[in-house]
C-alpha cells in the first residue's frame, strides 16, 4: 500500500500539502472500505449466482436464468428478498444471545478479510502475524454459530451447534499444522511476505517446494473445507439431518449474514491456499512496470487462482455426498492430524537437508501435479464424452421423438 | 413429556456428580428427510440414537372402509392413492382381487399391458428411490438425474393412460385403454436408452467412496430377522433372502418372463445393511428393462378387457390375492358378501413391516444413520397408513 501511495505522490498525482502520513491513512481506510462494500458483499452473493448456475450444469438442469443476463442479479434479488422479510424471533428463544449471533458470525468472516491480500501493494494491513490473525479470527465463527445453535432453543440447531464447534475446533489443527511447513520455508506469519517468498513460476510456488508441503496443500485444503462448512463437510447445516442445523430457527436479514459468511468464506479459503501455496500475485515482472497495471494484472491473477478454488469447492459440493459425524472425527484424528505432524517434521529436515531446497524435485513435482490435473482432465472428457455417446440426443423425448428400435 | 404423544421418560445418570440427560428429538412430521408424514421419537445420547420410536398415523385415510361404500369399480381410483408412487401394482392387486372372487378370465393383452405399465411404474418408483436416498446422505445430484429419467416414463404413462402420478388404468377384468399407437416403439426406445444410464448412474454414486462407507454395514438385518418382521421386497431380498412373488407365486404373465432376482451380497460390507438394500433396487431396474423388453416385443393382440357387468356382483367369498409392488409383496384380503360392495377389504403393504423393524435396528446408530436407514426402507408414508 506504501509503496503505491509513494509512486502516486512522486507521479505528483496527489495534491501538495497533504501530510504523508494523511495520505497513508486515506488509501488504507478508503481501499478497507472499497474491500467490504464493493468486493465481500458482491462477492458473497455472486458465489452463490456461480454455486447455482454450476450446480444446474452438473444436475442436467439450468439453474437461475430470470433476473438478469443468465439469471446474474439473482443474488441481488435474493439479498432484496432475505433483507424485507420478517424478523423472526422464537418465544423461547434467548433474544439477546439469538440476536447477537449472526453479527459476531459476519465479524469473523468479515474481520479475515484484512490480511488476505489482493495483490502487491493490495492489501488492508500486512500484519506481521498475518496468517495467525487470519486462524484466530475465522475460529470467532465458532462461537457465533454455538451462539445461534444454543439460543436458538431448537434441539436440531444445538445438535448443529455442537457438531459445527466440535467440527471447527478439530481441523483447525490439521489446517494449523499445514501451513506451519509454509510458514518454516518463508521465514515469516505475513501473508505478503509468504507470497514474496515465491516466484511467478509454478516450480518456485510453496506446494511444489518439498514432497511435504505438496501433501500439506491437500491437508490444508480439506482442513479449510471442514472449517467452511463446505460438502463433504457440511454436518452443521445437513439438511436432510438436522433441517437446517444452526440456522433453522433464523429468518431475514440474520440468515442472510450466515450465509453471506458460509459463501463470503468460500473466496477466503481460495485467497489462502493461493497465498501460502500457488504463488498468490506473483506475475512476471516484465510483464508490467508501473505500479498500477501491475496492480490490476496482479489483481486480477490472484483473483483468477482463488476462484479457481471457489469453483473446485462448488463442484466437490454438488458431487460428493456428506459424511458422518465419527467419520469425520476419525478423518481429523487418526489421518489428517499424524500426517500433518510428519509433513511439518519432514519439511524441517528438509530445510536441514537443502537449504536451498532442490531444482530437481520441484519440477518433478510440478510434472507430477500437472501429470494428474491431465489423467483427471482425460477421465472427466472420456466420461463426457461416453455419456453423449450412449445418450446421443441429450434432449431425448419419448413423446417428440419416436424412434423405431430392432 | 406428553407432547410426544409417548411416555419417554428421562433418564438421568448421576455420574460422579454431574447428572446426565437424554434428549428427546421430535422427528417429524415435518422433517426434511422423513418422505411425507412419518414420525420418529428419537432419545438420543447426543449424536448417538438409544432408541427411534415410529410414530404411525399421521396419513391415515380410512381406505379400506372406503372400499365397503364405493362399490367394486369405483374403489379404483382409490387403491391410487394407497401408494401414490408405485400406483400401478395397487390397481394390479384390487384388479385381480376382483377377477379371482369371480373367475373372471383376462384377455393376454391386458396382461401384457399391466405388466408393462407396472414394471414402468417400478423403475419411476425405485428411481425416486434411490435418487432420494443419495439426497438424504448428502448428494443432490443423484436425484435430479433420476428425477429427470423419471419425468419420461411419466411422460410415457402419461400418453399411456392420461394420468402421470395416480394412474387409474386398470380395470377389473383388464386394463381401461389400449396401448396407444406408436407409444410401443417411443417405450422401446425408451427402456434402450435408459438401461445403460444405470451404469451411469452405478459411476455417478453408487460405488462413491464415503456413500458406500456410510450405508455399509450400517442396520444390518440378517434373513432371519428379516423373515420374522415380515419384511417385503427389495428389503427382504436386500438380507440375502431370494424371495419374490413375481416368481414365487406367479401371477399374471410373469411365469412366460425371463428374469432374474437380484439379492444382496455385502459386497460392501454385510450382507442385509443399507447398501444392499440400495443396490438391489438399482439391480431391479435392470431386471425390469428386461421384463419391458421382452413384454413390449412379444405384445399379442386382442381386447384390452374382458366383458364385466357394469353392476358388478362378484359370489360371496373371500380371497386373499398377492402382486409384487415396487415395495414388495402387496397384500389384498377382500371378502365379498355377494352384493355390489364389498363387505371388508384389508391391505398389506410393505412400508408397514419395513416401519416395525426400524426401532430394532435403529439402536445405538447415529442420527445421520436413522435418515439413512428410513431412505434405505423406502418408506412411503400413505402405504403405511393407508
Known amino acids: ?406 | 413429556m406428553s407432547l410426544t404423544g409417548f411416555e419417554v421418560e428421562i433418564q438421568r445418570e448421576v455420574d460422579g456428580g454431574l447428572s446426565t440427560e437424554d434428549m428427546t428429538l421430535s422427528m417429524g412430521p415435518q422433517h426434511p428427510s422423513t418422505h411425507g408424514v412419518l414420525r420418529f421419537v428419537v432419545r438420543a445420547d447426543g449424536e448417538v440414537m438409544k432408541e427411534a420410536i415410529p410414530d404411525i398415523g399421521y396419513l391415515h385415510r380410512s381406505i379400506e372402509k372406503i372400499a365397503e361404500k364405493v362399490g367394486w369399480h369405483g374403489f379404483m381410483p382409490y387403491t391410487d392413492r394407497v401408494d401414490y408412487v408405485a400406483a400401478m401394482f395397487c390397481n394390479q392387486g384390487w384388479a385381480m382381487a376382483g377377477e379371482r372372487l369371480a373367475g373372471i378370465e383376462v384377455p393376454k393383452r391386458s396382461e401384457y399391458c399391466r405388466v408393462i405399465a407396472a414394471e414402468f411404474n417400478r423403475i419411476q418408483s425405485h428411481l425416486l428411490s434411490v435418487g432420494s436416498m443419495a439426497m438424504d446422505i448428502g448428494a443432490y445430484t443423484p436425484f435430479t438425474h433420476a428425477l429427470r429419467e423419471r419425468e419420461y416414463i411419466n411422460d410415457l404413462i402419461e400418453e399411456l393412460c392420461g394420468a402421470r402420478l395416480t394412474f387409474n388404468y386398470m380395470r377389473i377384468g383388464g386394463v381401461a385403454w389400449d396401448i396407444p399407437p406408436g407409444w410401443r416403439e417411443k417405450a422401446l426406445a425408451y427402456v434402450e436408452r435408459f438401461e445403460p444410464l444405470i451404469d451411469e448412474y452405478n459411476a455417478l454414486i453408487s460405488y462413491n467412496k464415503i456413500y458406500t462407507e456410510r450405508l455399509g454395514n450400517v442396520a444390518v438385518i440378517t434373513a432371519q430377522e428379516a423373515i420374522e418382521y415380515n419384511l417385503v421386497g427389495p428389503n427382504l431380498r436386500g438380507s440375502g433372502v431370494r424371495y419374490d412373488v413375481r416368481r414365487d407365486e406367479p401371477y399374471s404373465v410373469y411365469p412366460e418372463l425371463d428374469f432374474d432376482i437380484p439379492v444382496g451380497t455385502g459386497e460392501m460390507g454385510t450382507v442385509g445393511d443399507c447398501f444392499d438394500r440400495y443396490i438391489v433396487r438399482m439391480r431391479e431396474m435392470k431386471e425390469s428393462c428386461k421384463i419391458l423388453r421382452q413384454c413390449l416385443q412379444g405384445l399379442p393382440p386382442g381386447p384390452v378387457i374382458a366383458k364385466v357387468a357394469r353392476n358388478f356382483k362378484p359370489p360371496a367369498g373371500d380371497c386373499y390375492v398377492r402382486v409384487e409392488s415396487a415395495r414388495g409383496d402387496m397384500g389384498w384380503y377382500v371378502v365379498s358378501d355377494g352384493t355390489a360392495f364389498p363387505h371388508r377389504c384389508k391391505i398389506r403393504t410393505g412400508s408397514f413391516a419395513a416401519m416395525s423393524i426400524i426401532q430394532k435396528v435403529s439402536r445405538n446408530l447415529m442420527i445421520a444413520d436413522l435418515i439413512a436407514v428410513i431412505a434405505s426402507f423406502d418408506l412411503v408414508a400413505p402405504e403405511i397408513d393407508r
Open chain 1, 1 to 406: 500500500m506504501q509503496e503505491l501511495v509513494d509512486r502516486l505522490v512522486a507521479d505528483g498525482l496527489v495534491p501538495g500539502g497533504i501530510p504523508l502520513w494523511a495520505c497513508y491513512l486515506a488509501a488504507m481506510l478508503l481501499f478497507g472500505g472499497i474491500v467490504v462494500f464493493v468486493f465481500i458483499l458482491p462477492i458473497a452473493g455472486i458465489t452463490t449466482w456461480v454455486e447455482r448456475r454450476v450446480a444446474g450444469r452438473i444436475q442436467s438442469r439450468i439453474g437461475p436464468n430470470r433476473t438478469g443476463p443468465a439469471g446474474f442479479l439473482q443474488w441481488l434479488a435474493d439479498g432484496i428478498k432475505s433483507v424485507l422479510k420478517e424478523d423472526i424471533v422464537p418465544s423461547a428463544a434467548d433474544v439477546p444471545l439469538f440476536k447477537l449471533a449472526p453479527y459476531v458470525v459476519i465479524t469473523g468472516f468479515v474481520a479475515a478479510f484484512v490480511v488476505v491480500p489482493f495483490g502487491g501493494p493490495l492489501i488492508i494491513a500486512d500484519l506481521n502475524v498475518g496468517i495467525l490473525y487470519l486462524t484466530a479470527v475465522t475460529a470467532l465463527v465458532v462461537v457465533g454459530i454455538l451462539m445461534a445453535g444454543w439460543a436458538s432453543n431448537n434441539k436440531w440447531s444445538l445438535l448443529g451447534g455442537i457438531r459445527s464447534a466440535a467440527q471447527i475446533v478439530s481441523y483447525e489443527i490439521p489446517a494449523g499444522l499445514s501451513f506451519l511447513p509454509v510458514v518454516m520455508l518463508a521465514g515469516t506469519l505475513s501473508m505478503q511476505g509468504i507470497i514474496r517468498h515465491q516466484g511467478w513460476a509454478p516450480w518456485t510456488w510453496h506446494v511444489f517446494d518439498n514432497p511435504f508441503t505438496f501433501l500439506a496443500f491437500f491437508i490444508f485444503f480439506v482442513s479449510a473445507l471442514a472449517e467452511g462448512n463446505r460438502t463433504p463437510f457440511d454436518l452443521p447445516e445437513a439438511e436432510s439431518e438436522l433441517v437446517m442445523g444452526f440456522a433453522t430457527e433464523y429468518s431475514g436479514l440474520r440468515n442472510l449474514l450466515f450465509f453471506m459468511a458460509e459463501w463470503g468464506n468460500l473466496y477466503i479459503i481460495g485467497a489462502v491456499v493461493t497465498t501460502l501455496f500457488l504463488g498468490g500475485w506473483q506475475i512476471p515482472l516484465a510483464l508490467a512496470e508501473h505500479p498500477v497495471p501491475r496492480t490490476v494484472l496482479q489483481f486480477a491473477l490472484f483473483f483468477a487462482k482463488a476462484y479457481f478454488w471457489v469453483f473446485v469447492a462448488v463442484w466437490l459440493r454438488w458431487t460428493l455426498p456428506r459424511i458422518r459425524v465419527d467419520q469425520m472425527m476419525v478423518m481429523c484424528w487418526k489421518y489428517l492430524v499424524p500426517l500433518a505432524f510428519v509433513n511439518l517434521m519432514g519439511t524441517a529436515v528438509w530445510m536441514v537437508l537443502f537449504p536451498a531446497g532442490l531444482g530437481g524435485v520441484r519440477v518433478l513435482l510440478c510434472l507430477c501435479a500437472a501429470g494428474l490435473l491431465g489423467v483427471f482432465a482425460r477421465r472427466v472428457v472420456f466420461h463426457i464424452r461416453r455419456a453423449r455417446l450412449t445418450r446421443q440426443d441429450l434432449s431425448f423425448n419419448p413423446l417428440s421423438t419416436a424412434r423405431v428400435i430392432g
